[in-house]
């Protein structure tokens, strides 16, 4: 279902409804498609960071007891 911003701000009631009708509402401005609203009992988040693949690749290094400094270091500039 599109809905525009001026049907959401108007027809809220019906957005709502059609959402309770488990079909998601996809928000468009100007032509242009912008978010999907979707009811919360079929939203399915994307994966989370700790099972994504780069999570904890810098376990074996020893700059990752602290992090911090690492990356003030990366921050500094070359004269400093």
């Not at 809905?3 to 468009?28: S, Y």
């Not at 700790?50 to 500039?77: M, P, Q, T």
């Amino acid at each position: 279902m599109n809905i525009t911003v001026f049907d959401l701000r108007k027809n809220v009631k019906k957005v709502f409804a059609a959402i309770d009708r488990n079909k998601a509402a996809t928000l468009t401005h100007h032509g242009k498609k912008k978010p999907v609203i979707v009811s919360c009992e079929n939203y399915k988040p994307r994966i989370s960071a700790i099972d994504h693949e780069a999570f904890g690749i810098w376990a074996d290094r020893e700059e990752s007891n602290d992090i911090g400094r690492f990356v003030c270091n990366l921050r500094k500039g070359r004269d400093s």
